[in-house]
Structures are given as C-alpha cells and as structure tokens.
C-alpha cells in the first residue's frame, strides 16, 4: 500500500499520535497536511515522552517528516521543536512546504483578541493564531514560508498588511504599538534562514515519491467533529480536518490514497466550548478525565469526558470513507460496571440516526445509549482473544454498528500495549 492516511473521528485527541507513529515503521515519509501548532501529539517510548505540535510524529524513527501546504507554520515552535529534538539526539529529517502559511504574532494577538471580545460565546480556540492565519490565507494576504526566504516580498507584504491588523487591534481596544515592521521583518527573515534548507515544493517531491513506489503516510490533525465544514460549527477549528482536507493540504490526488484509517477513541472528550452530546458531568466523567490524563497536550485545559458517541463516528466514516478503525484508550474503561455506547438521538420524542447538521439540534438532543456490562482489566492483554469476553462484545459492536474492521486496539500508552486484530 502506497498511500495511507490516519484521521481522528471525534473532537481530536483520540490518540493518533500513538497510531501514527505505530505504522510509520514501515514508511518512507510522515506528512502533516492541515493545523498548526493548535495540535498536541503525545508519543511514549520507553521512559521518553515526546510532544509534537508541528513536527510529523514519524520524525522520531529517523523517516521524512513533510509540513505540507495545509498546514499554517509558527516558526517559532517549529525551531524550538526541531532544537529540542537535536538536544535528544535525533536530527529530524524535514520538508516544509514554500505553500504552507505562517502563523504571525499578530494572528496570535487577534486569536485571543477575538476570544475576550465573544466572551460567554467564545469558541475556546488554542489561541495559537490558526483561526486569524487561516483566515488571511483565504483572503489572499497571506504570508507564506516561501516569502521568509526573500526580505524584499516580506516587506512589501507586510508593510501592505501590518496597518490592517493594527487597526484591527485597535478596534479590539489592544495596544497596537505590539507590532512593529522592521522588527517582524527582522525576526521573521531570520527563521526563514533558519528553515532554508528544508523548504520545498513538497507537492512535487510527494508525487515523485509515490511514483518511485515509496510509502507515505498522512497524519491528520485535530478531529473530523473539529472540521470547519462537518464539524459543530462554529465551535470548529478553521481547517479541513476530514480524508478531503489530506488532498487539498498535500497536494495528492485523492485517487492515489489507498487506505484510511479511523482512529476512535474508547470513549469521548472534547475540550473547548460547543455541543457534546454525550458528556458526563459526573463520578464516571471525572473517572474517564483522571484515569485517561484528559488534559490538553497544547493549553493543559482538562477535557471534556463522556460515552463513545457512534452518531458521530458513524458521520466521520461516511464523510472520510474510513476502511480500517483503531481504538484506543480501551484500558481506560478497565474497572467500570456498566459501559454505554451511544447509538441514536432522541430530539423532541423522535429518534434522530444521523448525524444533525445544526448545532442547535444537537443542543436539544437526548443521547440514546446501549448498555454493556464492563470489565475488570485489558492492561496486560496481547492479543484479542485474550480480551475479556464484554470488551471484546463492546469491540464487535462498534465494528458491527459501523460496518468498518477494528484493525489495532490500544491498551496503553507505550508502542508494546497495541493489539492486532
Ligand atoms: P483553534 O484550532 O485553536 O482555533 O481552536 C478551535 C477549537 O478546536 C477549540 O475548541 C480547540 O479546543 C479545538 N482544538 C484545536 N486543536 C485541537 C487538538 O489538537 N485537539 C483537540 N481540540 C483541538
């Protein structure tokens, strides 16, 4: 298989980091195509803990890491994840692409901007300027890495530009004095130096790639429930989460992706304001958040705990035509009494199947739920034989509910606690 593309079904965090770095043991290159920095990609080995929030998670196994033309770069964080890296000893092999935009000091100001002025209706974005940068992006007066690596096009754009947002943030009731041309064009030249000997046209080196029969793996972002089209909008982030958005960020031909995998986590979170079906806001919440480290790798904010919801992994399938899923987090369930999966949506005594596409729906829904009896412990279990028989019934039921294999199941954190079915 050539081309295989992880996506997370729910609100982001479902571990794909975990399952990313999993099967690029066996690829060639590891491509981020949407999101920033707002992503946080936790991967243990052995006694090391890495997190990524820009960096491919395959980077770590020496293979080729593409930041690709969807994703929206703060070289900042890029450079200080690269040089933590090289402290640990590993020399990221990296691709950027001269598309992929840049995230500015003034998109993190406005981001935060944004968020005070909303208040009580704030999206509870990362503030990591995704939303402001993708916006400039689609109005075309974007900066683009391509432009950090010639001084006289950074001035010229962001002399045109800077007065904008000054007023922006003046409107906003911000000191405006915060931004400043020559020191933007300063610092933002340098990290351009800095990252000049790996931008690329990704897009060609992709697509040469694939001819010469390597493997390439895609690592989505965030969730398909984040996806600023199918997602609970507007409490999305501003990109294109789905299978879609791994074509349009890359540059690949959606003929050319073979595979897709799903990764659903065994329950669900969310962090950040909007609808969540499913959520408990009690003991067995709290159970799902503490046993399950449920705290935002990016801000540290907890998340949001409750049942797996299948209205929505069943949507998530549908739109990113999933082939293969892998569950993870089945250990975090380990002790509980009873486990529920919701099935259906009750809104106003009708049962709703699918997935709504108004959030003020899914504000009024009642979740419909399947109870299972639950089990004691999957922590040292290998193989899913060796499940127990009412974890295995809660794995046959996804598979069955949604007509899509389960292919990996993970019990743990580290690389060893992953089951092939
Ligand atoms: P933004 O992407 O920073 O604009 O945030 C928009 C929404 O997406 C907020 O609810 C964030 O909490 C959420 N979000 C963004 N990135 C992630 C992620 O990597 N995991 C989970 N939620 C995320």
């Given at each position: 298989?050539?081309?295989k ?7 982001g965090?479902?571990?794909?980091g975990?399952?990313v ?11 981020r195509?949407?999101?920033?920095s707002?992503?946080?990609?936790t991967?243990k080995?052995g006694?090391?803990?890495f997190?990524?929030?820009?960096l ?26 690269v040089?933590?890296?090289?402290e640990?000893?590993i ?6 692409s001269d598309?992929?935009?840049v995230?500015m ?18 999206i ?20 683009r890495?391509?432009?950090?690596l010639d ?9 045109m530009i800077?007065p904008?947002?000054k007023?922006?943030?003046?409107i ?8 400043d041309?020559e ?14 000997a ?6 060609l080196?992709?697509?040469?790639a ?6 390439i ?11 600023v089209?199918?997602?609970?909008y ?7 989460t789905i ?11 959606p003929?050319?992706i ?10 669900t979170?969310?962090?950040?304001s909007?609808?969540?079906p499913?959520?408990l ?7 799902l ?5 449920e ?8 998340r ?6 299948l ?15 892998a569950?993870?987090?089945?250990d ?15 809104y106003?005594?009708e ?13 009024n ?36 509910f949604?007509?899509?294999p ?8 580290e690389?060893e ?5």
């Open positions: 298989m050539a081309v593309a992880v996506i997370g079904t729910q609100w965090d479902e571990g794909k975990k399952i770095d999993f099967l690029s043991k066996d690829v060639d290159y590891v491509v195509f949407q999101g920033g707002n992503a946080g990609h991967i080995i006694n090391q803990t997190k990524f929030h820009l491919p998670s395959g980077v770590i196994r020496g293979k080729i890491g593409v930041i690709a033309n969807g994703v929206v770069v703060d070289p900042e964080v890029l450079i200080g994840e040089e933590k890296l090289k640990k000893g020399e990221p092999k990296l691709m950027i598309r992929a935009n995230v000091p003034y998109h993190k100001l406005l981001d935060g901007a944004e968020e005070t002025y909303l208040g009580k209706k704030k509870g974005t990362t503030r990591r300027g995704i939303g402001p940068c993708y916006s400039d992006k689609v109005a075309r007066r974007g900066i890495v391509g432009d950090l001084r006289s096009v950074l001035r010229e754009k962001l002399e800077v904008i947002k007023n922006l943030l003046k906003y009731g911000m000191e405006e004095s915060r931004i041309v020191d933007l064009i300063d610092r933002y030249s340098d990290y351009g130096n800095k990252i000049r790996f931008v690329k046209d990704t897009t080196e992709l697509n040469r694939i001819k010469e029969g390597k493997e793996l895609l690592e989505g972002a965030q969730g398909v429930m984040l996806d089209d199918f997602g609970t507007p409490f999305t982030t501003s990109s294109n299978s879609g958005g791994a074509c349009t960020g890359s540059g690949i031909s003929k050319l073979n595979e897709i995998i799903g990764v659903v986590k065994a329950y979170t969310r962090v950040g909007g609808p969540l499913t959520e806001k009690d003991e067995i919440g709290k159970h958040q503490e046993k399950g480290g705290f935002g790798t990016t801000t540290g904010r907890a949001r705990c409750g049942w797996l919801d209205v929505v992994v069943k949507y998530a399938c549908m739109i990113c035509g999933i082939d293969k899923i569950i993870t987090k089945l975090v369930l380990d002790g509980l009494k009873k486990v529920k999966i919701c099935v259906g949506y009750d106003n005594g049962t709703i199947e699918n997935f709504p596409s108004d959030i003020r729906v899914l504000e829904i009642k979740p419909i739920y399947e109870e299972f009896d639950g089990w004691e412990s999957t922590k040292n279990v290998k193989s899913f034989e060796e499940l127990p028989k009412s974890a295995k019934d809660y794995i046959r039921f996804i598979e069955d949604l007509n899509v389960v292919e990996m199941i993970s019990v743990g954190a690389r606690k992953t089951i092939f079915v």
